[in-house]
């Protein structure tokens, strides 16, 4: 495994199947009393987080803290950033009080791998403007191989804002490296612009009509339409975008009872998932919330705790 | 990172044998499958005698081959006791005092049979005891999962050199060795043939 993870492209197959079964073990952990293992004492994660996050910001937390390393969150606002410090300078100053890992989130593209190479320590990509979230992947991947077995074969359906989503960019990559078929549905504002080319090479499927492919689907994955990096009207109203993408009451009358729901979060229910679904039988949605701390255990472990790392 | 890699217990360049064949190993044997045998029926009495009978008796064999001979140890007292004892997986990777001396490599699993282990008399199974190092980490782990009125060791193979104050209660075979030799378990379940063997190989091997 490479020192940082900083796109799904930095995992090998094999390494994507060891940090699932690590994260197995670490999912038994949080059904025990005692939720500690000494494995990474005396390390020290720094979660820098200049963007908001709840989920993954306190599962890489707890993980860390059941893991026995020392993690500590800085966020864009309440740092020295708002005050106008670089990003450099606030990377180099917290690595000169001698972290082991930086766990990252940025709005800009890019800015993990930049601050990789200004320090020694481990850096994890927790989300980097619409670039990648490799985490998320994983723990994606991982609830959907708990509940199908395998992802060999099996028809995964992503829907929703895929122009602004670094959630869609770095799933297509880990469920068409573990095998899956990957279909991509989105309104023509909302598909990234050059998919076409990019979807010949990776190997996933594009379709502006979410009924033709979801009678087809062994597993839905809604994602979240994120106004916050909208700049303009990419749809009418909220209602037409419900119509033609949302995970309906209708529409979840077509899936199977085995069709696992994911949903990263944070949900607008309503928008793109009905409450019906989000709490559906199907839901795997509170499943991708623990598998999150299980997965980000096990990356935490493997890029910290052995021989070589920082 | 090495997926593959075998924990504890596995030397390197020792290609799987047949199932039943003995191989041919570069070293002798200590202890064959008759003799296992007849260590295991005498270490699974010793518990017995040990605990005045099953009651409050757990397995908890450690990773990889210490999962194997717990199995053997629960079904040699089923036939004195008529009562299946609960056995268990007992992995100790990450707790080990070693962690950064090796590239980071997967735990095992870790199986803690239903009823858990508060107030019961756990028996820590594991073939071969050399530092004591792997004992250690494994108390350390039981801590985490309960308080179990005693905790007892049985091994299979006693080698010496302890490094910390940690003893066997029950001991298949104390085989006085060398550091700079290796001692070799291969058990049925994980290796397909039972035998015990001691070579010499420079720098020794972990245990």
């Known amino acids: 495994m490479k020192k940082h993870l900083l796109s799904v492209d930095d995992l090998t197959t094999d390494d994507v199947h060891t940090l699932f079964t690590t994260a197995a073990e670490m999912h038994d952990v949080q059904r025990r009393q005692v939720k500690k293992l000494p494995a990474l004492r005396g390390r020290t994660v ?20 059941w893991l026995s ?68 992947a994983l723990l994606d991947a991982y609830t959907l191989t708990r509940r ?15 122009t602004h989503s670094r959630v869609f960019r770095s799933n297509v990559a880990c469920l068409t490296m573990l095998g899956a078929e990957v279909t991509v549905v989105a309104p023509p504002t909302l598909m990234p612009s050059g998919v076409d080319a ?113 | 990172m090495p997926a593959t890699t075998e924990p504890t217990g596995q030397p390197s360049g020792q290609p799987a044998a047949p199932t039943g064949t003995p191989p041919e190993l570069p070293g ?24 005045k009978g099953h009651e409050g008796l757990v397995l908890l064999g450690i990773p990889t081959r210490g999962v194997g001979l717990a199995k053997r140890i629960a079904a040699r007292i089923a036939d004195v006791e008529g009562v299946a004892v609960p056995v268990g997986a007992l992995d100790i990777t990450l707790y080990r005092d070693d962690l950064r001396k090796h590239p980071a490599r997967g735990p095992q699993p870790t199986d803690v049979p239903v009823g858990g ?3 019961k008399t756990v028996v820590l199974v594991d073939d071969v005891l050399y530092s004591g190092r792997t004992v250690r980490a494994a108390l350390d782990a039981l801590a985490d999962l309960g308080r179990p009125d005693a905790v ?37 379940e994980t290796d397909g043939h039972d035998v015990v063997q001691i070579a010499d190989a420079p720098g020794g091997e972990p245990a």
């Not at chain 1, 766990?103 to 791998?113: D, E, F, I, K, L």
């Not at chain 1, 199908?148 to 895929?162: F, N, Q, R, S, Y």
């Open chain 2, 28 to 51: 002798r044997t200590v202890l064959d499958a008759r003799d296992i045998a007849r260590a295991l029926t005498r270490i699974s009495h010793e518990i017995l005698e040990r605990n």
């Open chain 1, 69 to 136: 390393a020392d993690t500590i969150n800085i966020t864009g606002k309440g740092s020295s950033a708002s005050k106008g410090e670089s990003l450099r300078d606030t990377v180099l100053t917290v690595a000169s009080m001698g972290v082991d890992a930086l766990v990252v989130r940025h709005g800009a593209s890019g800015a993990c791998q930049q601050v990789a190479q200004w320090i020694d320590a481990v850096v994890i990509n927790a989300g980097d403007g619409t670039h990648e979230h490799p985490t998320q």
């Open chain 1, 198 to 310: 990019w979807s010949a090479s990776a190997g996933f499927a594009t379709t502006y009509d979410l009924d033709e492919v979801i009678d087809k689907a062994d597993a839905v994955m809604m994602l979240r339409v994120q106004r916050e990096r909208m700049s303009g009207g990419f749809f009418p109203t909220g209602r037409e975008y419900t119509v033609g993408y949302g995970l309906t009451r209708d529409r979840l009358a077509r899936l199977g009872p085995d069709v696992p729901i994911c949903h990263p979060g944070p949900m607008n229910r309503g928008l793109e998932i009905a409450a019906d679904a989000a709490d559906a039988v199907q839901s795997a949605i509170l499943e991708q919330v623990s598998a999150g701390v299980a997965i980000r255990m096990s990356v935490l472990y493997h890029l910290l705790a052995g021989e070589g790392a920082v």
């Open chain 2, 117 to 119: 282990i508060d107030g």
């Open chain 1, 148 to 162: 199908l077995g395998t992802l060999e074969g099996k028809h995964v359906v992503i829907v929703g804002d895929l």
């Open chain 2, 152 to 188: 007892r060791l049985a091994v299979l193979v006693d080698r010496g050199h302890r490094e910390l104050p940690i003893r066997a209660d029950h001991v298949g075979k104390n085989l006085p060795s060398a550091r700079s030799e290796r001692v070799m378990v291969r058990l049925s």
């Open chain 1, 46 to 65: 720094i979660n820098m987080f200049f963007e908001d996050s709840t989920r993954t910001r306190s599962s890489f937390e707890i993980a860390g803290k």
